[in-house]
């Protein structure tokens, strides 16, 4: 459970690391965007060489992004099967009796598969060299501009943090009570329909438990301390705008731009 | 047959940038029957090295010799069902473990799990439930709605139910009160003094250590600084020191009246004869 990488936040110190958090996931977001527009190969090839590019520099291993992707293979495995059976277009690749692949199914898979690789690439850059407490500073302040209209960014901010903050502390506690009843029997990779039901049971209610115990504990130690969500509050972390953030955020609007005249204007 | 760990290494979390090397080439001796403490810092590889005990954690190297079984790097989780049962091993904060909705199924639930039949595993829960002072008035309840001590019991009873050889116990009277700390010391003393079981506590308290103890292992950093038993352990209030250890109350008294002139014997070991010692002396120098 410890291995779980996808989103998780790499202590280390690099120019990305140090980057202000909104910068960061403006520029993201703008690449995210970009990953959707159909460039293409060539489109693609860029944004990769780009990505990598961050990755090298707020040096982060390859390795990390790999383990981040595993859990998507089983998903495009899945995909894989259902286009190989369902789109029937372009040349004929291989039959199998009555089965034929067409190459349509291994370039559309392979085009979901490179965009899925991209993505995790860049919110893993994103995630990987941002302080979940960071992030969160950073979305409030994205979010000011919509409290025009109601749309409550502190609260938004404050919930996304509390979530932040309690998953790897409920990661702690599910491998802990998948110990403790482990130490009495509890097998959970074999056994009975109803055995392994219980099995189950005996992980999410204790689980259940500790977590709204530990969700009540939060509110009363906030509240004890004087929060109240509406009230304006000064903060003591500042976020400040720099030269290389601009530098990073042009870069992504570049990038942006560049894949809308490839898929458009070519 | 001694508990006995061989040249163990264990890794958290290895290969990734959070590796952190919790057990470093550890070798120990476990007399059995006997109970023996496990003190030291917190991140010394206590909690990492009782979970050896019943297969919980692997060694990444080294062999742990345990009830004739060796566990290794590649022992398969199949044969380990048993051990899990022979060897009762008691979380820190266990009262997260009760999930049932009542006590008494709570209690039963192990038994069952290592094969006991419905009647046996509620006439053993009934058993441990007594053991841990509740009645049986506390069966048909539901074990999320009682005290946090009460429900601590519950759960150590969860595991004296499965009638394990060896006990393990992970800080078993943390944020107990005092009357509750005793009671559970004294569970764990009679099981080992009267059922002959062997019984590991991990632990703060040098009191707990000193009264209850035989044994006592320290760690530090992932090693056995010290193993000896708890007689001559705090013989030296001065090496205790030096391990950031502070000794029980009656060894302080003793030092201090050492200090001040008085004869102590070194095996002046409860508080009643140190009285009698320092009344002695009191007359005889009047």
């Known amino acids: 459970m410890a291995n779980i990488t996808l989103g998780r936040y790499i202590p280390l110190d690099s120019p990305i690391h140090r980057m202000d958090p909104r910068a960061k996931i403006l520029a993201m977001l703008l690449v995210l965007i970009a990953i959707f527009f159909p460039a293409g190969w060539l489109g693609y090839a860029i944004i990769f060489v780009a990505a990598s590019a961050v990755i090298i520099i707020a040096r982060l291993s390859f390795s990390f992004i790999w383990r981040a992707m595993k859990p998507m293979l089983f998903m495009l495995v899945f995909l894989f099967v259902i286009n190989s059976f369902l789109l029937k277009t372009g040349d004929p690749l291989l039959t199998i009796g009555s089965f034929t692949l067409y190459s349509d199914a291994v370039f559309q898979t392979l085009y979901i598969a490179v965009r899925l690789l991209l993505m995790v690439m860049i919110t893993t850059c994103l995630t990987a060299t941002t302080k979940p407490l960071d992030m969160t500073l950073g979305i409030e302040d994205l979010l000011k501009p919509f409290q025009k209209i109601h749309v409550p960014a502190h609260e938004i901010a404050m919930l996304i943090s509390i979530a932040l903050r309690f998953i790897p502390d409920l990661i702690d506690e599910t491998e802990r009570i998948i110990k403790a009843q482990e130490s009495r029997g509890v097998d959970l990779k074999e056994g009975k329909i109803m055995e392994r039901i219980m099995a189950i049971l005996s992980l999410i209610v204790p689980l259940f438990v500790s977590a709204f115990q530990r969700a009540e504990d939060l509110a009363n130690a906030m509240e004890a301390r004087g929060y109240s969500p509406g009230e304006e509050r000064t903060r003591y972390k500042v976020l400040k705008m720099e030269g290389r953030d601009y530098v990073l955020l042009a870069g992504a609007a570049a990038l942006l731009a560049c894949m809308v005249w490839l898929a458009y204007f070519r | ?286």
């Open chain 2, 1 to 286: 047959m001694p508990i006995s760990f061989e040249h163990v290494s264990y890794i958290y979390s290895k290969g990734t940038p959070y590796e952190y090397t919790a057990l470093k080439d550890v070798c120990l001796d476990i007399e059995e029957g006997k109970i023996t403490a496990i003190i030291g810092q917190t991140g010394s590889g206590k909690s990492t090295l009782v979970q050896h005990l019943n297969a919980l954690l692997l060694p990444e190297e080294g062999t742990v010799h345990i009830l004739d079984r060796a566990i290794t790097a590649s022992e398969k989780p199949k044969q380990l069902k048993s051990l899990r049962g022979d060897v009762g091993l008691v979380f820190q904060f266990p009262e997260y473990q009760l999930f049932e909705e009542t006590v008494l199924k709570d209690v039963a639930f192990g038994p069952k799990n290592f094969g006991a039949s419905e009647e046996e595993a509620k006439k053993r829960a009934i058993h441990a439930l007594e053991l841990v002072g509740l009645s049986d008035k506390y069966c048909e309840r539901s074990p999320l709605e009682l005290s946090g001590g009460q429900k601590r019991r519950v759960a150590i009873a969860g595991i004296l139910a499965m009638d394990p050889k060896v006990l393990v116990l992970d800080e078993p009277t943390a944020g107990l009160d005092p009357k509750g700390t005793e009671a559970m010391m004294t569970l764990f003393h009679d099981l080992n003094r009267k059922h002959g079981k062997t019984v590991l506590i991990v632990t703060h308290d040098m009191e707990q250590v000193f009264r209850y103890c035989d044994n006592v292992v320290v760690m530090e950093d992932g090693k056995v600084r010290t193993h000896t038993n708890v007689e001559s352990f705090f013989r030296d209030p001065a090496a205790c020191r030096d391990m950031n250890i502070l000794p029980p109350a009656l060894i302080r008294m003793k030092e201090m009246l050492k200090e001040n002139g008085f004869d102590i014997p070194e095996d002046v070991l409860s508080t009643a004869a140190l009285a009698d010692c320092i009344a002695r002396q009191v007359k005889n120098h009047g």
